[in-house]
């Protein structure tokens, strides 16, 4: 079943490489520009709505899955505050979609403490080791989200 893309204006990043990922991703139905710059470890893209503007956001995060659940990283490489589309995941969990290849799909997420954020912690940093050093840089806890599809 295709995602229902959340409705409203699409307002791209203002981080240019940023925005261009996003739009080689999608145009390529995820064949390109779908690795974190030449690490060639994999990336998703999180589309939100904005929880001030009720635009359409959407994010590169790095791919962390098991048995069809995604861990979205609010490490923004360590530094001291949140990034904002982690608000705006905060402001409404079930507007999200993610797209992992040439289907997005509808998702609602959580965020995760204790064990379970440990459990998935560890699949995070298995999958993109700098998240490990991101979280020394940094007094906050960087927050760990699961994404589950909507049926
Ligand atoms: N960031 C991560 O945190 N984790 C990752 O694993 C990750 C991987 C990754 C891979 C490839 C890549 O190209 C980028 C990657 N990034 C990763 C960076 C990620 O894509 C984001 O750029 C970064 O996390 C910062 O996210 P951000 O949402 O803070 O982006 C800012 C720059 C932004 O878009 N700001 C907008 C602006 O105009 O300043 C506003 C965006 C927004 O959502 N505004 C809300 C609204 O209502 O519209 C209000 C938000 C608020 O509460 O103020």
């Excluded at 470890?41 to 959407?58: E, F, M």
Aim: hydrophobic share 35%; glycine share 8%.
């Amino acid at each position: 079943m295709r995602a229902m893309p959340l409705e409203g204006e699409y307002e791209p990043s203002p981080a240019a490489w940023v925005t261009k990922q996003v739009a080689e991703y999608e145009e390529s139905g995820g064949e390109r520009a779908n690795t974190l710059g030449n690490t060639g470890l994999p990336v998703i893209i999180v589309t939100t709505r904005g929880n001030k503007s009720g635009k359409v956001r959407k994010t590169p995060l790095m791919r962390v899955e098991h048995d069809g659940q995604y861990a979205l990283v609010a490490s923004m490489g360590g530094a001291p505050r949140h990034p904002v589309w982690y608000h705006n995941l905060s402001a409404d969990p079930a507007a999200v979609v993610i797209q992992d290849g040439p289907h997005p799909f509808d998702a609602t997420v959580r965020e995760l403490s204790g064990a379970e954020r440990d459990e998935w912690w560890e699949r995070a940093v298995a999958a993109y080791p700098p998240y490990a050093e991101y979280q020394r840089k940094t007094e906050r806890l960087i927050p760990v989200l699961v994404a589950t599809r909507r049926s």
